[in-house]
């Protein structure tokens, strides 16, 4: 599912909020936004790397030193923003950003139900050597696809470069640098061919299903 904050940038992270008992969406009351850091693990020691967002000054901690958890501000129909400030994400590269909400500041309760978790990946600044890409799934009729799995990886040594979903337009949004990527796209009763894209500058590339 993971989407891509660019380092050093605001985020928007907006949310669809339901509550549990009648499924219909929560427009009222207090909800909290609690995101979670999680980074590469340099050390490869195993350990939980995990912080969580502090309001208070703006900074990661461990969830037991957390003063403020954010609050959402109520958008319409049910989804909910909280803007991710650029510091949180100022020198931070290849972290995942988790998000979920709450109503009780803790966990999340019976009161306050996410229809899909958010995941994002931070990823460098983008300058001349690191373009804006957009992969855009579409079925054989040029429909967008929603919730695609799309997984880029350098041509040159298979590694992964980036992993995610296509979101509502069918887009899945990252940076790379100039290169040759092979794009693997999935999704339930589509068949989509191993996809080649090279990058020399900001783009849109379509990836249709067969």
């Not at 909910?80 to 109503?103: E, I, K, M, N, R």
């Not at 999340?108 to 957009?134: F, H």
Request: aromatic share 6%; with cysteine.
């Amino acid at each position: 599912m993971a989407q891509s904050i660019v380092a050093g940038s605001v985020k928007d992270i907006i949310l669809n909020v339901r509550t549990a008992t009648d499924r219909l969406p929560k427009t009222t009351g207090t909800v909290y936004c609690l995101i979670r850091l999680e980074d590469q693990n340099p050390g490869g020691d195993g350990a939980d790397h995990a912080k969580f967002f502090d309001a208070n000054d703006n900074t990661w901690q461990t969830n037991g030193t957390v003063t403020t958890w954010p609050t959402m501000s109520h958008l319409g129909a049910g989804q909910w923003l909280y803007q991710l400030p650029a510091g949180a994400t100022t020198g931070l590269q290849g972290g995942s950003v988790f998000a979920t909400a709450t109503d009780n500041e803790t966990t999340p309760t019976s009161e306050a139900t996410l229809v899909q978790p958010k995941e994002w990946t931070i990823v460098a600044a983008i300058d001349p050597g690191l373009r804006e890409v957009t992969l855009h799934v579409q079925d054989s009729s040029s429909n967008a696809l929603v919730g695609a799995r799309v997984v880029v990886k350098n041509s040159a040594n298979d590694a992964v470069i980036t992993k995610g979903e296509s979101d509502a337009s069918g887009d899945f949004v990252t940076a790379l640098d100039d290169g040759t990527y092979t794009v693997a796209v999935t999704k339930a009763g589509y068949t989509f061919a191993s996809a080649t894209v090279t990058v020399t500058a900001t783009q849109t590339t379509n990836i249709s299903a067969s």
